[in-house]
């Protein structure tokens, strides 16, 4: 997959106008987390970031600048909406204690995978050992008097999705991770074979469901889950000599950012990108890779805030993500120090669609939604974004589409 393919989508493709207010050094120091356009996609890739695919991902220098803004060194640092892991693997490199927690499964393992250093010594050896049998498997069921495995049920289910050749190997390394007797290469194995499900698969991307022809080599499959294998290694071992001595382990937890499992006042610093209201749909953007390696979505369809599909009745939509995003905010709260500060990046978006389609203005939400929680706003950055297609630009009238890194303190 190419830099490209990875690139993080939080973040502007090109250099665009920054506005910003309140404190001048944060504000300042905002600014340059958040205007990373045009940069290198190396930080992008660098350490464990770049693999495994994740629709929307805040940009990895996002993330370090606003840990460097709070200078979290030793303290507890909690990402409540911690998708794939950005902001953990950057807390890990400055020697925080690194809390992540999220509604969505598939987002638990791979930032699990993504920060579980240090990296098992057999990892690459391991998968390469697998992905040689997956191959010799695939060799001999092209010979007479094969007697295939019985099919996996839920591998089944997609079968339209694969070419048959290539369902058949990721069936065979899905049956060689399910019989992993090594308790703590099982789980990263899994997420590696998530990680090149949608690049075998005939869905055009993460974020884009329409069915597309690919010409997979047979045994492209194995090589992948080998090469991804050694990606996650190497990548582990350089956080590992990033981290500070002595970093505490990162702890992941599938949870919901409305009821966060931890006490009060126990956390030091939050860095975080809620959900944008109806912009995503991240169980439909799941499912396939849910549903192939047998991980049950359905909490995470309840849990789910903001998704695309909520927004059906725009009104009502809006309302329901307002007040699951305060309830979220007042958590951050709940569980801040006094005078602990939280940095959220959060951006405007569209809900709904055709004529009742309105324009959500994050920030004005963001601090108003906040003070009402407890949290004041100390500084504020804010760059302008693309509005897509004719009905978005008619709803952005008022302002131009931006998005923002709001700096916000418990009071």
């Known amino acids: 997959m190419s830099p490209k393919d990875k690139r993080s989508l939080s973040q502007a493709r090109a250099r665009a106008p920054v506005f910003r207010g309140g404190s001048p050094k944060e504000a300042d120091a905002l600014v340059r987390a958040l205007d990373v356009g045009g940069t290198s996609e190396e930080a992008a890739r660098r350490l464990t970031h770049g693999f495994h695919s994740y629709p929307a991902k805040m940009h990895p220098l996002t993330a370090r600048r606003a840990l460097g803004l709070l200078a979290v060194k030793d303290a507890t640092v909690l990402d409540p909406f911690c998708g794939s892991g950005t902001v953990l693997v950057e807390a890990l490199r400055r020697g925080a204690r690194a809390v992540g927690v999220d509604a969505s499964p598939l987002a638990v393992l791979v930032a699990r995978a993504k920060v579980a250093v240090p990296a098992p010594p057999r990892l690459a050896d391991r998968a390469r050992r697998i992905a040689a049998l997956v191959v010799q498997e695939g060799k001999a069921a092209r010979r007479a008097g094969y007697e295939p495995p019985p099919p996996r049920a839920a591998s089944q289910a997609l079968r339209t999705w694969f070419a048959p050749h290539v369902l058949r190997e990721l069936e065979a390394l899905a049956r060689a991770i399910e019989a992993e007797p090594d308790e703590t290469l099982a789980p990263l194995f899994t997420a590696i074979l998530s990680s090149i499900l949608v690049k075998m698969s005939k869905r055009e991307s993460d974020s884009a469901g329409r069915a597309t022809e690919r010409r997979l080599a047979r045994g492209m499959a194995a090589r992948l889950f080998a090469a991804r294998a050694e990606e996650l290694a190497t990548g582990l071992q350089a956080l590992a000599r990033d981290a500070p001595s002595g970093t505490p382990a990162a702890k992941v937890e599938l949870g919901d950012a409305r009821r966060v499992p931890l006490g009060?006042?126990?956390?030091?610093?939050?860095?975080?990108?809620?959900?944008?209201?109806?912009?995503?749909?991240?169980?439909?953007?799941?499912?396939?890779?849910?549903?192939?390696?047998?991980?049950?979505?359905?909490?995470?369809?309840?849990?789910?805030?903001?998704?695309?599909?909520?927004?059906?009745?725009?009104?009502?939509?809006?309302?329901?993500?307002?007040?699951?995003?305060?309830?979220?905010?007042?958590?951050?709260?709940?569980?801040?120090?006094?005078?602990?500060?939280?940095?959220?990046?959060?951006?405007?978006?569209?809900?709904?669609?055709?004529?009742?389609?309105?324009?959500?203005?994050?920030?004005?939400?963001?601090?108003?939604?906040?003070?009402?929680?407890?949290?004041?706003?100390?500084?504020?950055?804010?760059?302008?974004?693309?509005?897509l297609g004719a009905t978005e630009r008619a709803a952005f009238t008022r302002r131009e589409k931006r998005e923002h890194l709001i700096l916000l303190e418990a009071t």
């Open 264 to 387: 009060d006042h126990t956390v030091d610093a939050i860095v975080t990108s809620p959900p944008y209201a109806g912009t995503y749909d991240y169980l439909e953007q799941h499912a396939l890779r849910l549903t192939f390696l047998g991980v049950a979505g359905a909490r995470f369809e309840e849990r789910e805030m903001g998704a695309r599909r909520s927004f059906s009745d725009v009104r009502r939509g809006l309302a329901t993500w307002e007040q699951d995003f305060g309830r979220a905010l007042a958590e951050m709260r709940r569980v801040l120090r006094p005078g602990g500060r939280a940095i959220l990046l959060v951006g405007d978006s569209l809900a709904g669609a055709g004529r009742a389609a309105q324009a959500v203005l994050a920030d004005e939400t963001t601090t108003r939604l906040a003070a009402n929680a407890g949290l004041r706003r100390i500084a504020w950055a804010s760059q302008t974004r693309p509005s």
